[in-house]
């Protein structure tokens, strides 16, 4: 029970299927810095009401601790080396997945279930990860990293459900939080800037912005502040040789502390990339097969091989080509609606 809309029309419907159901209200970020940024009080008083009304009893539990050392400390160091990580893979697979499966069980719960919006076909010898049914709040890729043991026991409430159709349950059932905003961004950061947030725990070194051609066009606050793709926020603009034509980050090089950028939108693109600390929910599939992948979530599905490579990681070649293929963010693999897999994005490029 997070205090948002989805984990609140869950438990109803599980109650309305006939489960006994118990809440769980988890904090995993400990650190409250007194701005209006922390949200962790207002949610627990949302989740607690919802509970209120339901009758059911709600239970809380900080896992902070946990977060720090298998999610927070991995999504630092990836920064450190100059890369975009996505800790709410890790924090599924960690802490949602685990610290609260181990939490419910202790309660002497049989399962677990989420406000996800994905499925579990439990038909089979093992349970199957597919899409959930509303394609534009499909979170599948976020649970792309979960082992399939993971996934037994596990309910969707709201996979087969449209978002639409999930408020207008809300409303029905005139839930406390019918008309709350879905959060957005990372938990533990909120509605704050997000450079302001890192540079708290990572060192900025300035260096300088560099054309995809070695001129120089300005001085960047540090590699890790900044993603592929990015437009904002560059402090580049109105330089005279290219007018008011946009600038977007393209690369960078660790090495001579360097941001390179270009103008050209189609240096962005790229057909190819390499990933590495693959995992697997179906048995590893043999190399090479052609799925459909996404490189970001809410990205339609396209159409891509998979390969080894020859230092253990996978080679994904793309049909069309991508745009902004973002190291350390994630790569997932799908068959139709079944989610195979994903791994973490090394670099990209075109042939």
């Not at 977060?67 to 160091?77: K, R, S």
């Not at 990293?145 to 037994?152: C, G, K, P």
Request: glycine share 10%.
């Amino acid at each position: 029970m997070s205090g948002g809309v989805d984990s609140a029309v869950s438990a109803a419907l599980l109650q309305q299927q006939g489960w006994q159901v118990l809440g769980l209200f988890m904090k995993n970020w400990d650190e409250d810095d007194g701005t209006e940024y922390c949200t962790a009080q207002q949610d627990l008083a949302d989740a607690q009401a919802v509970c209120d009304l339901l009758g059911i009893e709600l239970h809380t539990a900080n896992f902070a601790a946990e977060y720090w050392d298998n999610v927070f400390e991995a999504f630092l160091a990836a920064y450190k080396e100059n890369l975009t990580p996505n800790p709410d893979v890790l924090c599924n697979r960690e802490i949602k997945f685990h610290q609260f499966r181990r939490y419910a069980r202790s309660l002497g719960a049989s399962h677990i279930a989420t406000g996800h919006y994905a499925r579990v076909d439990h038909s089979g010898d093992r349970p199957r990860l597919l899409k959930g049914l509303d394609p534009a709040k499909d979170q599948s890729y976020f649970l792309q990293a979960l082992e399939a043991r993971q996934l037994e026991g596990v309910v969707f409430p709201v996979g087969e459900l449209h978002k639409s159709d999930v408020r207008e349950i809300a409303r029905t059932l005139r839930l406390p939080n019918r008309e709350k905003k879905d959060s957005t961004g990372i938990c533990f950061i909120g509605e704050r800037r997000f450079a302001d947030f890192l540079a708290r725990y990572v060192d900025g070194r300035p260096g300088p912005i560099a054309d995809t051609e070695g001129r120089m066009r300005g001085e960047h606050r540090g590699l890790a502040y900044y993603t592929i793709g990015q437009r904002q926020g560059l402090g580049i603009g109105g330089q005279a040789d290219i007018g008011e034509a946009p600038w977007y980050v393209v690369g960078k090089e660790s090495a001579s502390n360097t941001l390179i950028v270009s103008w050209h939108p189609e240096d962005l693109l790229g057909n190819w990339l390499h990933a590495r600390s693959e995992s697997w929910l179906v048995e590893p599939p043999t190399l090479p097969f052609g799925c459909h992948v996404k490189i970001r979530y809410r990205q339609s599905d396209q159409a891509a091989r998979v390969s080894a490579r020859a230092d253990g990681g996978l080679l994904v070649r793309f049909d069309c080509p991508q745009r902004a293929i973002t190291p350390g963010q994630y790569v997932c693999f799908y068959q139709g609606e079944q989610v195979l897999g994903g791994a973490v994005i090394q670099h990209g490029g075109r042939a």
